[in-house]
């Protein structure tokens, strides 16, 4: 019997959860200010809710599989379907814009490489029922304030931002044909991972001419300010680069604007988004996406049949885990030990004096251990020093003078004649013994 998880899957042990923990913690915290709220779905699906938006091919990449009842079913590698399909059954009832999040576990069947897996969990964030580019500006705030609420700054992390309707103009613009423009779009989307002469001979073979090929390799180092000077006035992209140019001034306002790069070699698919999307990327460039969006204002009708403008991102925890822990920012999650409660001098198993302490220290919401078995008094601090207790509270029923003392490094003993002398001290000390 193997003792290792499969390939691509991970064992959370206490410390690793805590961690995750400290992910969720922050993404839930941060996407609830913003006024979303949490739903889920079931993490196995009929499988033509898949094919039906990414096609037969996608079957390969997915774990799938004829359950009880012949029904093709697969465990659920993305939210988005699921997500369309509960809007599409509820849309006539749902106030819009509709602002929902949700922490699903995600699969898929691939080659696992550094920053992907097999599983992971993904905050996905979404808004239905606007179209106008506020709610882009909204989207791409929400996911950057998580990067600040994580400890990072915009010396470590970049937004990556174009539009599928201002490149569709520029393409336009330059004469290519529309039929042209996926093969176009392929090229852009793998300038930084192939060789120059690649990417011409790529454009060459879609029929692109030399001179307007070099304009395409010419994208990316392309900033808003000159693609503006240099198109803004052609009549396919003018409302286009004007209505870019305002979500900018949005996220400028929202206080993001240092964060975001203008990038017409962000594609995000062919199929799937229409307008502004974007990604987020270490500055170093050591590691891949930690997030990526737009919207997709087609989908939901071609998924769920509701006809509504969408946009939102997924930010996957496995990238953004490494991320955090290369720039010594991770954090735990995990709950400190507030007290250890021993029984003195040399008490029987299962003390009494100690469980009622423990007992009544728990329901004000205190953190408390203490031994499970008889043991000296040395032994049981011992225990509760190896355990990071923060204070130890000595219980001593044959004291009359202090039944209860607690100690703590740094501070003097401090006596309780009674248990609700105790407990009241502690409820109004909490946190600052941990």
Not at 117 to 131: K, S, Y
Not at 394 to 402: C, E, K, N, Q
Request: a negative charge; charged letters at 25%.
């Amino acid at each position: 019997m193997s003792h290792k998880p499969l390939p691509g899957f991970r064992d959370f042990y206490p410390d690793q959860f805590a961690e995750r923990a400290h992910i969720f913690d922050t993404w839930r915290r941060v996407v609830r200010r913003y006024a979303f709220q949490e739903y889920d779905g079931p993490p196995l699906e009929p499988l033509e809710l898949y094919t039906q938006k990414s096609g037969e091919e996608i079957v390969t990449q997915l774990y799938n599989f004829v359950d009880k009842g012949d029904r093709p079913v697969a465990m659920r590698p993305e939210m988005t379907p699921t997500f369309a399909r509960m809007v599409g059954t509820k849309a006539q009832t749902l106030r819009k814009p509709v602002r929902w999040f949700s922490l699903p576990q995600l699969f898929r069947y691939e080659r696992t490489q550094k920053g992907r897996l097999r599983e992971h969990f993904q905050l996905n964030v979404d808004i239905v029922g606007e179209a106008d580019v506020l709610a882009d500006a909204e989207l791409v705030s929400v996911a950057i304030e998580i990067m600040r609420a994580l400890g990072l700054t915009h010396t470590d992390v970049r937004a990556r931002v174009s539009d599928r309707r201002l490149l569709n103009g520029l393409l336009e613009h330059l004469g290519i044909a529309e039929d042209t423009w996926p093969a176009v779009y392929a090229v852009l989307d793998k300038l930084e991972r192939q060789p120059r002469e690649v990417s011409a001979e790529k454009l060459a073979e879609a029929g692109v001419d030399t001179q307007t090929a070099e304009v395409i390799l010419g994208f990316a180092t392309l900033d808003f300010a000159t693609m503006q000077a240099r198109y803004g006035e052609a009549p396919a992209v003018k409302p286009h680069a004007e209505r870019f140019a305002q979500y900018l001034a949005h996220c400028d306002a929202l206080g993001v604007g240092a964060w975001m790069q203008f990038d017409l070699t962000i594609v995000r698919g062919l199929a799937y988004y229409t307008g502004i999307v974007f990604e987020l990327f270490d500055n170093v460039g050591e590691f891949r996406a930690i997030c990526g969006g737009g919207r997709y204002d087609t989908l939901l009708k071609s998924l769920g049949g509701t006809d509504l403008p969408a946009l939102g991102f997924g930010m996957g925890d496995v990238v953004l885990g490494e991320l955090l822990r290369a720039r010594g920012l991770m954090q735990s999650a995990a709950v400190p030990l507030q007290y250890w409660v021993a029984e003195a001098p040399d008490a029987p198993a299962a003390p009494a004096g100690a469980l009622r302490t423990a007992s009544a220290l728990r329901t004000t919401g205190c953190v408390v251990e203490y031994a499970l078995r008889a043991q000296k008094l040395d032994k049981q601090l011992e225990a509760g020093r190896k355990a990071g207790a923060g204070a130890f509270v000595i219980v001593d029923p044959s004291s009359t003078d202090a039944p209860w003392r607690v100690r703590r490094a740094g501070h003097d003993d401090q006596t309780f004649t009674t248990l609700e002398a105790l407990v009241a001290w502690a409820s109004s000390h909490s946190g600052s013994h941990a």
